[in-house]
């Protein structure tokens, strides 16, 4: 599913237009980054969890010479932990 899709099923579950859905997703996208970006984290209960972890500095091998090792910079990713009852209804 694409967002375009996206936003066409959640027009027709609200009954929302396609126009307002669309501002209602690109807020609720807007919010979650603007508060991952804050170093917060955003809980749905129910659903999931999105956060920011940090991951480590490490060494790599060089994919255009696989013989050199390369440092890679530590970094920050952003994360989404599925919550329980979306863990039972996929599975």
Known sequence: MNKAELIASVAE???FT???AEKA???????????LVAGGKVQLVGFGTF???DRKERQGRNPRNPG????IP???APVFKAGKSLKE???
Do not use: H, Y
């Open 74 to 76: 530590a970094s920050k």
């Open 25 to 35: 997703l690109n807020g609720f996208m807007e919010t979650i980054k603007d508060e």
């Open 13 to 15: 579950k609200t009954g």
């Open 51 to 53: 956060e920011v972890r």
């Open 89 to 91: 209804a996929v599975n």
């Open 68 to 71: 050199e090792t390369i440092e």
């Open 18 to 20: 396609k126009k307002d």
